[in-house]
């Protein structure tokens, strides 16, 4: 240990401290993420085993798991296919009736068990006549003084790795507490941790509880104690931001935006409306705005942000737009072009190492080269509007030398595309510019809070008037013949058309999963003379142009599509949407898929095709059909799914949990986030 280092506490202890961990075992540890005493005491239990009422094996029900144990009176193993193929038996009696385990081709079983040993098992009773369980997991039990340990109460049984046992490891846990249980103090002396353990007891209560419930109680402390944690990091960054950070005063005057509001064509919502009071205010208040703009797709973010962006620029001050892929990085850089340019803006894209000037600012055009703030500058531009005002790209504008001078505003869309890391880049890129992120993904609370904690979050819940309705339909692959019939009808009426497939090419997974390559070929006969385009990721960028120009401008009827269309591309006139293998989609997914949809006036349809899949995959399809709403739907696929949907890259700002369950500890993370604001507050932590 060199001069200056810290001796090491009691839990950062080597796991080879405890007694029976020798270098063997510490590196089957390690392969468990165990490296010290503490990591050891917070290696989280798959399940507890209630080991006080052992079924007896005469009352074990079919299809039920259950624990029971026996005394085994026989055991063997069965070959054929010459010896390729095995089955070994072990039959257990407990005075009520015979169990007969079974392992499918694992001869080597045969090793861990002799006749007359006393096991446990655990597993789904698969037959009656005789009574058997396969593969189920079993445990010796064995004389000795340890035998409290792991009979007679409730047990853990823990996620472990070849070459260790339940019983080995759950003596270490009970011996590791007795010598370093007493070692979990209180990690915030000010927290009143309520209805939940302290959390020395919750670590004793998570490996050997008194009562089911209290292991559920003992998972909810640590739980909360990572949620602090997490939370203490998010609220003191945004601390540190109010103290050290001026805001840049991008209020504006409302000169630009009025020219802009009077050009559009359509009123804003009430809801858009509220919303950018909200941002005019942080806009022009005393810290960086950090603000989340939540809205259903096609509820009208886009328009919102480019009044924000007007703000902005009337106060002097440079915009950047970071879009997901590179498709709407041009959509917007189009968009914004279309606004900004008869108001004397410059509009520039850069996507990959490129970048174009989509419209020149009004000083630029004659004059060139112009230097910033030239007195010939017939519209009065400020001196750093000069060049162009708005710069709209990929990540690209987070890697490349893009450096702007003023910068006052970041606009990311699509948040849950990027990692809080690449925001935080992009922002570092200026003075502390204001930050307007958007999502059309309805985050649910629980996820929303912790990825997004540093964020005031802004909801647009209204939809723009002038939609029609997307009618959502689950047909089976043996309707695809209707399907295409009615796809025809419409596109003979002048709709057009998007087809979803999840693959690329044939070959890059199941042969039952349809690919857009092959599709597009199918499709391209089917719907003869109708033009048909392919978008794909792998495209190169003019292509991926040309199609979704074609698309846009009408030339091209029928769209055969990865998911790159998910996000925000928007062509009112395309009104059906089939979504082939609709089964490997996520919920959340589907429904910003059918967002392309139900842009325009006219009514739409959203026809999902399942392939045959089951019972439990169609019911969860089927709530598509039943709900528009994207909160509910995006609740129910946290539910279903867990949360890796919604990360995405946004996983690197998430610390990896134990005990957090995001799906369902909503109130544990509000509990968090109150808990650690007071805590600050106090000069607790
Ligand atoms: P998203 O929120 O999914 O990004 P967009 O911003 O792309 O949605 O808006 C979808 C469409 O709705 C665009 O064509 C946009 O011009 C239009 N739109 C936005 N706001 C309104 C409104 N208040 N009234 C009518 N149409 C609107
Ligand atoms: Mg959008």
């Known amino acids: 240990m060199g001069m200056g280092d810290a001796p090491l506490t009691p839990l950062e202890q080597p796991v080879t401290g ?3 961990v020798g270098p063997e075992r510490a590196a089957l540890l390690a392969r468990l993420g165990i490296g010290t005493v503490g990591d050891l005491l917070l290696h989280r239990p798959r399940r507890h085993e209630d080991r006080r009422r052992l079924e007896r094996i005469a009352a074990l029900k079919l299809n039920e798991s259950a624990s029971t144990q026996g005394r085994i009176v026989a055991q063997g193993v069965k070959y054929w296919k010459q010896r390729r193929k095995s089955l070994f038996e072990c039959v257990l ?6 169990l007969h385990c ?9 090793n861990y068990f002799k006749v007359g040993d006393e096991i446990l098992v655990y597993g789904r009773v698969r037959s009656l006549k005789p009574r058997g369980i396969d593969h189920p997991e079993t445990e010796t039990i064995e004389g000795g003084d340890d035998r409290s340990i792991h009979l007679h109460r409730i047990v853990p049984i823990y996620p472990l790795t070849e070459g260790l046992t339940q019983r080995w490891f759950r003596g270490l846990i009970w011996r590791a507490l007795e010598a370093y249980g007493s070692a979990f103090e209180e990690p915030w002396p000010g927290l009143d941790p309520g209805d939940l353990p302290m959390r020395a007891v919750a670590v004793r209560q998570i490996h050997f509880p008194d009562e089911m419930d209290d292991a559920e109680a003992a998972r909810g402390r640590l739980a909360l104690d990572e949620l602090i944690e997490l939370q203490l990091a998010i609220q003191r960054r945004r601390r540190r931001l109010h103290e050290h950070a001026r805001a840049l005063p991008c209020g504006g005057d409302n000169r630009l935006m009025r020219r802009l509001l009077g050009s ?3 009123k804003l919502t009430e809801a858009q409306t509220g919303v950018l009071r909200e941002i005019r205010r942080d806009l022009a208040g005393s ?6 703009l939540q809205g259903d797709v096609g509820s009208g973010k886009t328009v919102v942000a480019a009044c924000a962006a007007l703000m902005t620029l009337e106060s002097g001050y440079n915009v950047a737009l970071m879009a997901p892929t590179e498709i709407l990085a041009e959509q917007h850089g189009r968009v914004f072009a279309r606004w900004f340019g008869p108001l004397g803006l410059g509009v520039a894209l850069q996507t990959g190492g490129q970048k174009t000037l989509l419209t020149a600012p009004a000083g630029q055009i004659a004059v060139s080269p112009a230097g910033p703030g030239d007195a010939q500058d017939p519209s009065g531009t400020d001196a750093a509007l000069a060049g162009p005002a708005v710069t709209v790209g990929t990540h ?3 890697e490349a030398g893009y450096c702007p001078d003023a910068l006052g505003l970041v606009i990311i869309d699509e948040q849950h595309k990027f990692g809080v890391a690449q925001r935080e880049r992009l922002v570092r890129k200026g003075r502390y510019p204001h930050l307007l992120v958007m999502t059309a993904t309805p985050i649910p609370r629980t996820l929303g809070l912790t990825l997004y904690g540093d964020l005031d979050i802004s909801v647009i819940k209204q939809m723009p008037a002038s939609r029609g309705r997307v009618r959502t339909y689950l047909r089976a692959e043996s309707s695809l013949p209707k399907v295409w019939g009615f796809v025809r009808q419409k596109l003979g009426e002048g709709r057009q058309a998007y087809i979803v497939c999840p693959r690329i090419e044939e070959r890059d997974g199941p042969a039952d999963v349809k690919a857009v390559r092959e599709e597009f070929d199918r499709v391209r006969t089917l719907f003869a003379p109708h033009a048909v385009g392919l978008l794909h990721g792998r495209l190169p960028l003019q ?5 979704m120009e074609g698309f846009r401008a009408g030339q091209i009827a ?4 990865t998911s790159v269309i998910e996000v925000g591309v928007d062509v009112p006139n395309a009104t059906i949407m089939v979504v082939e293998n609709a089964e490997s989609y996520g919920l959340a997914q589907l429904h910003q898929l059918r967002g392309r949809i139900g842009r325009g006036p006219a009514e739409s349809h959203c026809i999902l095709i399942a392939a045959a899949c089951k019972d439990e995959a169609r019911r969860r399809l089927e709530a598509l059909e039943e709900t528009n709403d994207g909160f509910r739907i995006a609740e129910m696929d946290l539910l279903l799914r867990g949360p890796g949907e919604f990360l995405g890259q946004a996983q690197s700002g998430v610390p990896r949990f134990r005990f957090v369950e995001l799906a369902r500890d909503l109130a544990l993370v509000e509990r968090a986030r109150t808990a650690a604001a007071g805590l600050l507050d106090s000069g607790a932590a």
């Open 558 to 561: 029928v769209l055969v599509a």
């Open 287 to 292: 810290h960086p705005m950090r603000r989340l």
């Open 396 to 398: 690209a504008l987070v």
């Open 264 to 266: 559009l064509g359509f």
């Open 18 to 20: 405890v007694r029976g």
């Open 102 to 110: 079974r392992w499918w081709n694992l001869p080597f079983m045969e």
């Open 93 to 98: 009696d407990d005075g009520t009736g015979r």
């Open 543 to 547: 292509e991926k142009d040309r199609v």
